[in-house]
Nanobody, 124 residues
Framework: QVQLAESGGGLVQAGGSLRLSCAAS????????MGWFRQAPGKEREFVAAISWSGGSTYYADSVKGRFTISRDNAKNTVYLQMNSLKPEDTAVYYCAASRSGLVTPYLSRYDYWGQGTQVTVSS
C-alpha cells in the first residue's frame, strides 16, 4: 500500500513557474513508476508526465513537453513536477499516482494509487 500527498500548488501568472511535490509513504516507493495527471473543471483527467522507478526514463504529454520536468528522489520518497512557462490552460487539479506495472505509461488504468490532488491556477 502506498499513500501519496501532493503539495506546491497555488496561483501564478502566465509565464511563471511552480514546483509540485508528491510525498509517498511506504518502503517500496522506489519500485513504482510515478506519474502526474491533471483535471480541469468539466474535463476528464489527463496524463501529464511519468517517470520510471530509477528515474532513467521519462514520458511527457505533448502539451507540456519542453515546459515541465518530472523527477524523483527515492531516498526522500518524493516525486516532483517542475512547471515552467505556465499557461492559463495549465489550470487544473494536479494528481500524482503510482503504478506497479513497471511501465512508463500514460494510461490512468495502469496506476494503482492516487493522491488527493493540488490546485494549480494560472492567471492571464
Amino acid at each position: 500500500q502506498v499513500q501519496l500527498a501532493e503539495s506546491g500548488g497555488g496561483l501564478v501568472q502566465a509565464g511563471g513557474s511552480l514546483r509540485l511535490s508528491c510525498a509517498a509513504s511506504g518502503r517500496t516507493f522506489s519500485i513504482y513508476t510515478m506519474g502526474w495527471f491533471r483535471q480541469a473543471p468539466g474535463k476528464e483527467r489527463e496524463f501529464v508526465a511519468a517517470i520510471s522507478w530509477s528515474g532513467g526514463s521519462t514520458y511527457y504529454a505533448d502539451s507540456v513537453k519542453g515546459r515541465f520536468t518530472i523527477s524523483r528522489d527515492n531516498a526522500k520518497n518524493t516525486v516532483y513536477l517542475q512547471m515552467n512557462s505556465l499557461k492559463p490552460e495549465d489550470t487544473a487539479v494536479y494528481y500524482c499516482a503510482a503504478s506497479r506495472s513497471g511501465l512508463v505509461t500514460p494510461y490512468l488504468s495502469r496506476y494503482d494509487y492516487w493522491g488527493q490532488g493540488t490546485q494549480v491556477t494560472v492567471s492571464s
